[in-house]
């Protein structure tokens, strides 16, 4: 009886940890969102986001891959660091935003492990617990730290600029 209580515990709290989404079609791991901001222009939201660029990555001129006021639209690649098998590990991901009047649309996937200069990147989709052990905790630590980053963001973009 106690060893089925406790089977059944530790299943119910495995499942209960957050995912990573998955977009169906494609198979990879997806973070999408549109956020309305009534009453903010489209160049206002776009300062904005590449305000929030330049605050959380060391050189936004770095990370940006687009930078398109006119269209709306940012893209940038940067990496955050995660514990993982004993030692801190970057996981690289890409970062779109659009920006529309009163709206904007984030975009965070092309998650890459970097687990070692001999291993170089590897697209998470292919991390299995065949290939390295805890990858579950990697994944719950690179939702997490992507959670922040989507927090970070929805509070960067809801500030106005300075009028000092």
Not at 111 to 123: A, D, R, T
Request: charged share 25%; aromatic share 14%; no cysteine.
């Amino acid at each position: 009886m106690t060893t089925k209580f406790v089977i059944v515990t530790f299943l119910a709290a495995h499942t209960l940890v957050a995912q990573m989404p998955k977009d169906e079609e494609t198979g990879l791991y997806i973070y999408q969102e549109v956020v309305e901001l009534t009453g903010i222009t489209q160049n206002d939201l776009y300062t904005r986001a590449r305000k929030w660029f330049v605050n959380n990555y060391k050189s936004a001129n770095a990370v940006l891959d687009m930078d398109d006021r006119e269209a709306g639209m940012l893209i940038g690649k940067g990496y955050f660091e995660v514990r993982f098998q004993g030692g801190q590990r970057k996981v690289y991901h890409q970062v779109q935003l659009e920006v529309k009047e009163g709206r904007y649309r984030f975009t965070i996937n092309k998650f890459n492990l970097k687990f070692s200069e001999v291993y170089g990147e590897q697209p998470f989709e292919t991390l299995t617990n065949k290939h390295f052990w805890g990858i579950d905790k990697l994944f719950q630590a690179t939702h997490n730290e992507t959670l922040l980053m989507i927090e970070s963001l929805k509070k960067g973009m809801a500030k106005s600029a300075d009028d000092w």
